[in-house]
T-cell receptor
Framework: QKEVEQNSGPLSVPEGAIASLNCTYS??????FFWYRQYSGKSPELIMF????GDKEDGRFTAQLNKASQYVSLLIRDSQPSDSATYLC???????????????FGKGTHLIIQP | DTEVTQTPKHLVMGMTNKKSLKCEQH?????MYWYKQKAKKPPELMFV???????INESVPSRFSPECPNSSLLNLHLHALQPEDSALYLC??????????????FGPGTRLTVL
């Protein structure tokens, strides 16, 4: 049984600061890791994906993966009020035998950027 | 283009009704997914189709019946639903590269209310 853990928050960050979101996962065989942003009443929107240990940067977003510690994080630099949303960590792969595999989501972290 | 479309956006149905949800993608993706999301909860996987064949059924009750008529279309047929089935139903698609780690893109969802 795969499990993905996130602090549900709310996490409150001042505008312009760095928001740091964390996630741990239980299945050591997990292959791929995703961060989705979800506004209230909307569907999840892909922010970042990461497959390899280390950092991956895309604009104001940096995803970090440490497979030894089974830990994924998302940093949001220069946080804006429009970044206020729920951030879902998701993992897949592992026991799928290499075929299409559904995502296992964490419960999400509610992020609030204070103007 | 990373667009997945879903119709209808909203659906209200009685417990004796039969209705269908439709999902379409034109990205050439070969894997398609149905998820269910209850309020304040993360999405939960229901079904996975890979190359138009059902590959994963997460023990979903038979009142939900998926169908994949072709590689671009995914339907979810609903019959004799219960009020607790009210939720946001999300469709997603991915490349299906065979690594078990493809990025999934979500449609806007269908908000279902069962009376």
């Amino acid at each position: 049984q795969k499990e993905v853990e996130q602090n549900s928050g709310p996490l409150s960050v001042p505008e312009g600061a760095i928001a740091s979101l964390n996630c741990t996962y239980s299945d050591r065989g997990s292959q791929s890791f995703f961060w989705y942003r979800q506004y209230s009443g909307k569907s999840p929107e892909l922010i970042m994906f990461i497959y390899s240990n280390g950092d991956k940067e895309d604009g104001r977003f940096t995803a970090q993966l440490n497979k030894a510690s089974q830990y994924v994080s998302l940093l949001i630099r220069d946080s804006q009020p429009s970044d206020s949303a729920t951030y879902l960590c998701a993992v897949n792969g592992g026991d799928s035998g290499g075929g299409a595999d559904g995502l296992t989501f964490g419960k999400g972290t509610h992020l609030i950027i204070q103007p | 283009d990373t667009e997945v479309t879903q119709t209808p956006k909203h659906l209200v149905m009685g417990m004796t009704n039969k209705k269908s949800l439709k999902c379409e993608q034109h990205m050439g993706h070969r894997a398609m997914y149905w998820y269910k999301q209850k309020a304040k909860k993360p999405p939960e996987l229901m079904f996975v189709y890979s190359y138009e064949k059902l590959s994963i059924n997460e023990s979903v009750p038979s009142r939900f019946s998926p169908e994949c008529p072709n590689s671009s279309l995914l339907n979810l047929h609903l019959h004799a639903l219960q009020p607790e089935d009210s939720a946001l139903y999300l469709c997603a698609s991915s490349q299906e590269s065979g690594r078990g780690g493809d990025t999934q893109y979500f449609g806007p969802g269908t908000r279902l209310t069962v009376l």
